[in-house]
């Protein structure tokens, strides 16, 4: 096996592996539970998993999509995630090479994702993933990009724009506008990613709110009521800053 099929092979298995245990913690977190205690059980019917009823996609498949015991159907999203989580980490793979921001940019990559199924879920941003995360950055840029400088301005500048922001519109309209957790998330974002980035996750969550917005409105004729939580458009903004970034704002500032 070459060296290059070897990276993907041992990259895809860690993503499926990977993809899997942040299914547990999706689920887990919120509720307080610990991550490793006790194994995994059909939410339906309590049934245990024996470790072949818990190959990531896989078992999903064999099973055709029910569980063992009681014949319920499992959630297609427990498979989406670990297939997602793939994707996630070849497409890493693709962009950093075997790197030790490679390994750094993997371990945001995966808080992104559970922050984005939690949100979705529960439109909770759980500290115990944003404060140990702002944590996390900052210490990986004293040896990593973005540097430890770019890494403070960018929890500033990630963590002050939306503080001010919703300052501003709870002086104006006596509501809370922006949670609390999405102040924390853009800090961790800022941590990881410096305040370029922040920056450009910023345009690209707001972006890609706007547009689903616009869509859920046209679609279900004024439901302006329904909105997806802000924390699953900043994790979608910022994978893509992570990920294309640098080329995004080499390419805008190219036009000057
Ligand atoms: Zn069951």
């Known amino acids: 096996m070459s060296l290059d099929a ?8 860690l993503g499926l592996a990977v993809g899997s245990f942040l299914n547990v913690c ?6 307080g539970q610990s991550l490793v205690r006790p194994g995994s059980r059909c939410p339906q019917c309590g049934y245990e998993l024996r470790w072949y009823d818990n190959i990531p996609v896989v078992s999903y498949l064999v099973l055709g999509g029910r569980c063992r015991a009681c014949r319920k159907h499992i959630a297609v999203r427990y498979p989406a995630l670990e297939l997602a ?8 793979g693709a962009v950093f090479g075997w790197t030790g921001l490679l390994a ?3 371990l945001f990559a995966c808080a992104m994702v559970v922050l984005f199924a939690i949100d979705l879920d529960h439109h909770l941003l759980p500290d115990a993933i944003t404060l140990p995360g702002i944590a996390a950055g900052l210490l990986f840029s004293l040896l990593l990009p973005p540097g430890l400088v770019d ?9 002050g724009v939306l503080w001010l ?11 809370e506008g922006m949670g609390g957790g ?18 450009v996750t910023l345009v690209l969550s707001s972006v890609a709110g706007s547009l689903i917005g616009v869509l859920v409105i046209a679609v279900k004729r004024g439901g302006m009521k329904y909105a997806l939580p802000y924390g699953t ?7 893509a800053a992570s990920l294309a970034g640098d080329q995004l704002i080499n390419w805008y500032v190219s036009f000057y």
């Open 6 to 13: 070897l990276r993907l092979t041992i990259l895809s298995l």
């Open 26 to 31: 999706v689920h887990r977190l919120p509720r």
């Open 85 to 92: 989580t793939l994707a996630l980490f070849l497409l890493h």
């Open 104 to 106: 750094v940019r993997l």
């Open 151 to 159: 890494a403070l301005l960018g929890v500033l500048v990630g963590g």
């Open 165 to 175: 922001i919703g300052e501003a519109y709870f002086r104006y309209s006596g509501q």
């Open 182 to 199: 999405d102040v924390k998330m853009l800090a961790m974002i800022g941590a990881f990613l410096g305040w370029k980035l922040v920056l």
């Open 233 to 239: 458009f900043l994790a979608l903004g910022a994978l």
